[in-house]
């Protein structure tokens, strides 16, 4: 084989370029992530490129995990991923289904197997994502339909590698004992991917993004106040890294349409409407001993 | 005697490949789409049996493929057709339908006489199929 082969004109060609791209710019951190990716992609990638000169294996192995705190992003990169997938020719639509336990497991015998099927045939040609995947294994009842959903998963990941590719995704912790009570999923998963916790200098630029997205911004003081926040949201429970930070924007809007209101014998201008202002941020209970301190209404 | 009903009656039968295709055309328009079987053939049986649900929201063949070689395992013996339904308003009903599976051997119609007052006749048609038992039909 002399043939030469241009990797970088295949690269352009696949248009994957675009999409990591795009992975870098809405994407706060998460470098180890998009790093794995990377390596997907570049694996991939020549996989194809060895397929067209008759080096071709058998399809690999596309199924992945993806563990990770809650909030670390891991169904938008769920739906990159099926980008990638789709640009490169491993899957025929870049749809991705989301499904968790209540979507694959039904409540009485014989419910199960067309529940599951019927999720999968939705996913095909595309990506099944599968929420707090550990969910399906439930240990303590030896009778529950988990395992016949698992069996049927399991099948399907094998047997039908071109129609779907399977994502599972949790919590590191209980994906790892629900991997060593199922090594056939172990097995057939070829990359496990661990998405780390975002730094607050990370949340902080995540914020900004959330809000530049909805047409807001912080004033200069609320930008203080919401690293002053980050700080003090991440000391307490259930912080879930972007999605608290989105839970926090969304009441401060709560709080910022409410101070126009009750300023409304001046007049308001655009700057108004689209400025979130220090004590919006510093109203949060967060601030005045934190969301145990008072439990009337749920919170992130 | 060959069976022939639907979008395609005058062709040959489709190939598993070309089914794929029609499929996709089903799928790109919104349709969903459905296996249906039955051992009966008189072709003024119109409700045949559905196998599975209706499968809404596929974006892919591939579903409607495995559950088309699923119904063949069990009724591989007896007719499948395909129906693709559109719920879209002002239609809401059938848009395509074919054939995708027959038995290996199709004995085909009698051809009744009767003959009543006047010398009138009546024609009515019967599967010879027909004369055994719903089950037992086919092979």
New interface residues.
Partial sequence: MSETIDLQAAFAASGIKEVLGELDRELVGLAPVKQRIREIAALLLVGKLRAEHGLGSDTPTLHMSFTGNPGTGKTTVGMKMADILHRLGYIRSNHMVTVTRDDLVGQYIGHTAPKTKEALKKAMGGVLFIDEAYYLYRPENERDYGQEAIEILLQVMENRRDDLVVILAGYADRMNRFFSSNPGFRSRIAHHVDFPDYTPDELAAIAELMLEEQNYKFSPEAAEAFKAYIEERMAQPHFANARSVRNALDRARLRQATRLFETADRQLTVEDLQTIEAPEILASRVFSGGIEAKQAEPSQ | MRLTQGTFSFLPDLTDEQIETQVRYCLNNGWAVNLEHTDDPHPRNTYWELW??P?F????????M??LAECRKVFGDRYIRLTAFDSSHGWESVRLSFIVNRPADEPGYLLERQEIGGRRMVYTTRAYAANKPEGKRYG
């Fill in positions: 599975g649900l499968m929201d596929l974006k892919d063949p591939a579903g409607v495995y559950e």
